[in-house]
């Protein structure tokens, strides 16, 4: 069981930056891919980007150039760093994981993520 805490949401104005954290737990195998999914108000969730765990990094056309999927093994850290952040990009973010035994390319849907975690709010001010 892998558990997952994010981090970070704050509200934003247009054109800003925010990084979002999501601290995770120990996997018991070495192969993992992690992501980031966002919910906003009457929308479905999206795959944002992810990431292997080999640094091969996937990203929503939306984000791309914008935003930026990274990791920090030693301290069990997954981080998504905005820029330039749109008023549609708010959203409630989540992070999401599971265990993989190869590479995988894109983002895959979130229905195969068996770990999740409660999710952070990224809001643009009016």
């Known amino acids: 069981q892998v558990q997952l805490q994010e981090s970070g949401g704050d509200s934003v104005q247009a054109g800003g930056s925010l990084t979002l954290s999501c601290k995770y737990s120990q996997y018991n195998y070495n192969g993992y891919y992690m992501a980031w999914f966002r919910r906003a108000p009457g929308k479905e969730k999206e795959g944002v980007a992810a990431?292997?765990?080999?640094?091969?990094?996937s990203y929503a056309d939306s984000v791309k150039g914008r935003f930026t999927i990274s990791q920090d093994n030693a301290n069990n850290s997954l981080y998504l760093q905005m820029n330039n952040l749109k008023p549609e990009d708010a959203a409630v973010y989540y992070c999401a994981a599971k265990e993989v035994c190869t590479v995988i390319a894109g983002i895959v849907p979130s229905a195969d993520f068996p770990y999740w975690g409660q999710g952070t709010q990224v809001t643009s001010p009016h």
């Open positions: 990431i292997n765990d080999d640094g091969a990094t």
